[in-house]
């Protein structure tokens, strides 16, 4: 039989309050009797390997398709290759979820974090932290501190740029929904509108087919795209973190998630006794530095 799902247990379990609301009537309750009935401490909700996931014993992690390099190894979530399935999977390690009780979906990027009941765990899929975002969605602390870079091709008015004044007046693109987008209104503030894109498999398009001076993307992307994707494009350079503030990803939980203190403490002990930075040094040790934008 199925287990129940999150869902419905929520429902039963809404049914069940409404109908003894109606048995007990409007009696005041005495307020040092509320106090003593505690919802479970954090130790009890993130028991190993006995969350209240979507489906019971089961891990349910999504990402977008395609899957990008070197966030995950030739278009496979499920492997284990590249930096994000690494990370996922040492997240449910951490959790008490061994390879065998993962379950990957494919949810599209700008979904992820859109408003509306998940059908996911968590969501993994390069997807910075905001405070605009957190109002649909919960994050986990970062597992990842990135910046975002230009990217033209090789020998173009654009591959020429020294500063964000010299990005003004070019035609710059991005991935809809993504801070890459941000950063082409919000820092460079073209004179023109950048052109937006569904997917960065679209972008690199444009670029390749001069449709674009230049794409903007996180600075592992940018490192893996110049050197295997569009192979007569350069990075430009990267922007600083706007107002001093690291930009990191998180990964994405339903609204209000009893799970995201859980995958937070997962997180925080796997940056704590250095996975995170061993797995970081393994995927995107290639992604170095790359001259700051001012």
Same mark, same amino acid.
Request: hydrophobic share 40%; proline share 4%; net charge negative.
């Given at each position: 039989?199925?287990?129940?799902?999150?869902?419905l247990?929520?429902a039963? /379990?809404?049914?069940?309050? +409404?109908?003894l609301?109606?048995?007990?009537?409007?009696?005041?309750?005495?307020?040092?009797?509320?106090?003593?009935?505690p919802?479970?401490?954090?130790?009890?909700?993130?028991?190993?390997?006995?969350?209240?996931?979507?489906?019971?014993?089961?891990?349910? %992690?999504?990402?977008?398709?395609?899957?990008?390099?070197p966030? *995950?190894?030739?278009g496979?979530?499920?492997?284990?290759?590249?930096?994000?399935?690494?990370?996922?999977y040492?997240?449910?390690?951490?959790?008490?979820?061994?390879k065998?009780?993962?379950?990957?979906?494919?949810?599209?990027? $700008?979904?992820?974090?859109?408003?509306?009941?998940?059908?996911?765990?968590?969501?993994?899929?390069q997807?910075?932290?905001?405070?605009?975002r957190?109002?649909?969605?919960? *994050?986990?602390? #970062?597992?990842y501190?990135?910046?975002?870079?230009?990217?033209?091709?090789? &020998?173009?008015?654009?591959? $020429?740029?020294?500063?964000i004044?010299?990005?003004?007046?070019? @035609?710059?693109?991005?991935?809809?929904?993504?801070?890459?987008?941000?950063? %082409?209104d919000?820092?460079? @503030?073209?004179?023109? /509108? =950048? +052109?937006?894109?569904?997917?960065?498999d679209?972008? @690199?398009s444009?670029?390749? $087919? &001069?449709?674009?001076?230049?794409?903007?993307?996180?600075?592992?992307?940018?490192?893996?795209? !110049?050197? =295997?994707?569009?192979?007569? +494009?350069?990075?430009? &350079?990267?922007? /600083?973190? @706007?107002? &001093? !503030?690291?930009?990191q990803?998180?990964?994405?939980?339903?609204? #209000?998630?009893?799970?995201?203190?859980?995958?937070?403490? /997962?997180?925080?002990?796997?940056?704590?006794?250095? !996975?995170?930075?061993?797995?970081?040094?393994?995927?995107?040790?290639?992604?170095?530095?790359a001259?700051?934008?001012?």
């Open positions: 039989m199925r287990p129940a799902s999150r869902s247990r929520r039963v /379990a809404g049914l069940t309050v +409404a109908l609301a109606t048995a007990v009537g409007c009696a005041p309750q005495p307020e040092e009797k509320a106090a003593a009935s919802s479970g401490s954090t130790a009890d909700t993130c028991a190993k390997g006995k969350l209240a996931t979507e489906t019971s014993g089961t891990l349910t %992690i999504a990402t977008d398709e395609p899957a990008y390099e966030w *995950f190894k030739d496979k979530p499920a492997s284990g290759e590249g930096f994000e399935s690494a990370v996922a040492a997240v449910a390690e951490q959790l008490g979820y061994d065998s009780a993962v379950v990957w979906q494919s949810v599209p990027f $700008n979904k992820a974090f859109a408003p509306g009941v998940k059908t996911f765990d968590f969501d993994i899929n997807v910075s932290i905001s405070d605009e957190r109002k649909a969605v919960d *994050f986990s602390s #970062g597992y501190d990135v910046r975002q870079a230009v990217i033209a091709l090789k &020998g173009s008015k654009a591959a $020429n740029a020294k500063n004044a010299d990005l003004k007046g070019l @035609k710059l693109g991005a991935q809809v929904g993504t801070t890459s987008l941000e950063y %082409i919000d820092v460079v @503030k073209p004179t023109g /509108a =950048a +052109a937006v894109y569904a997917k960065n679209q972008a @690199k444009a670029l390749k $087919n &001069g449709q674009v001076d230049a794409i903007v993307t996180d600075l592992p992307t940018a490192f893996y795209i !110049t050197a =295997a994707e569009v192979t007569d +494009a350069r990075i430009v &350079g990267q922007f /600083a973190n @706007k107002g &001093g !503030t690291p930009e990803f998180g990964l994405v939980l339903d609204k #209000g998630s009893a799970l995201t203190p859980c995958v937070t403490d /997962a997180v925080d002990a796997l940056r704590e006794n250095g !996975t995170l930075a061993r797995i970081e040094q393994r995927w995107l040790s290639d992604a170095v530095d001259p700051v934008l001012k």
